[in-house]
């Protein structure tokens, strides 16, 4: 299996982070306290040694410790970035890269076209190097990240301004990445299609079931509950549900604790979870 090329998760929570912005709970209180980032926001890096190039799939507002991470498998600063959509988790770490953070230049930032139109505002805003590059995205389109690794952008249901694509990523082998959508009913097909031909999914694990958010209507925020996933895909075989693993997970997901019931009904189904600094070879 080769080692010159993986991807290597970055973050495994929602956008608003863990400890979450706001967050009355005692525990994560202390951890406001103590300046701990317990949980990074959902993210994954991608590394191709031959290469030497690096990219990340969005930028969180957590992207310097997810850089520094990434720079311990690839001396190369950053080559780009494949944006999913432009939810704050996802594109509010871009302007670390701007003149008053890294001020980087000669990289590229890969989505749709409507989403680069939205990007492109945010910089801006801001003060960025003139020489980033905007790459179009269509839905379907396979490109090139490097000479051996390609990334397929997929269209999926989701709220955000713009579009939502999850990314699979193929070199000896392949990686799904879908941080966000609103359900994968209405794509249930291509789901099913794209888990067949990978090796890891890595998949919306927002919410474990739709009672966690007593004080908003749910509808508001759209996500399939992990419980709803395990249910729905029950009749598949082992080897395909193991390759399932969930990222994303929101502040009151109860999987954030390993030691709970609803972790061991995660495992017991031959599910997973994304775990942060986990490689996966491509
Ligand atoms: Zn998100
Ligand atoms: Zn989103």
Known sequence: MSKDFFSIVLGTVQDGGYPHIGSSNPEQKEYFQESKIKEKITSLGIVDKIENKSFLIDATPHLPYQLNQLSEHSSNPLSGILVTHVHW????????????????????????????????????????????????VKE???????????????????????????????????????????????????????????????????????????????????????????????DLNQGLKSKLKFTHLNQTNPLLNKSSIEFKKLRENHFNLAEDGEVVPL
Do not use: M
């Not at 890969?110 to 910089?123: A, D, G, L, Q, V």
């Not at 999914?201 to 419980?227: C, M, Q």
């Open 89 to 136: 988790g996802h594109i509010g770490g871009l302007g670390w890269l701007s003149r008053e953070g890294l001020n980087h230049g000669r990289f590229k930032i890969f989505s749709s076209y409507e989403n680069i139109s939205i990007i492109r505002k945010y910089c801006d805003i801001f003060e960025f190097k003139t020489n980033i590059s905007f790459e179009k």
């Open 140 to 234: 379907g389109n396979i490109f090139n990240l490097t000479e051996n690794i390609t990334a397929t952008a997929v269209k999926v249901p989701h709220r955000a301004k713009g579009d939502t694509f999850g990314y699979v990523l193929s070199g000896n082998r392949k990686i799904g990445y879908f941080p966000d959508c609103d359900n994968i009913t209405s794509w249930k097909d291509d789901f099913l299609n794209i888990l067949q031909e990978v090796d890891v999914f890595y998949l919306d694990g927002t919410f474990w079931n739709k009672a966690e958010l007593p004080n908003r209507k749910i509808e508001s925020v759209p996500h399939p509950s992990i419980e709803d996933v395990i249910e729905d895909l029950k």
